[in-house]
Nanobody, 115 residues
């Protein structure tokens, strides 16, 4: 199993930016997909963005053009740069590591967008 620790959440005004980090306990070089998901109160967890070992990315339509996912294998860390934040981005953000034999989740970090 891989332990994942998210950080970087907080409160920000609409239009602001945050960068989330997800630090893994082991090398992520061979972990096929690293991703970010979020869950708002009363809603199901949803995909935000994923990135593969080859650098291919996938984004939810609601965040395209505003969020950017990246991975630094040397630092065993995945990032989510969030710009132009909206109140509807308010949620707990979770990091996920997935391969054929792995499906690990972090504990989540709260992001609140409010004026």
């Amino acid at each position: 199993q891989v332990q994942l620790v998210e950080s970087g959440g907080g409160s920000v005004q609409p239009g602001g930016s945050l960068r989330l980090s997800c630090a893994a306990s082991v090398s992520i070089f061979s972990i096929y997909v690293m991703g970010w998901y979020r869950q708002a109160p009363g809603k199901q967890r949803e995909l935000v963005a994923t990135i593969t070992t080859g650098g291919n990315t996938n984004y939810a339509d609601s965040v395209k053009g505003r969020f950017t996912i990246s991975r630094d294998n040397a630092k065993k860390t995945v990032y989510l740069q969030m710009n132009s934040l909206k109140p509807e981005d308010t949620a707990v953000y979770f990091c996920n590591a997935r391969s054929s034999t792995l499906d690990s989740w972090g504990q989540g970090t709260q992001v609140t967008v409010s004026s």
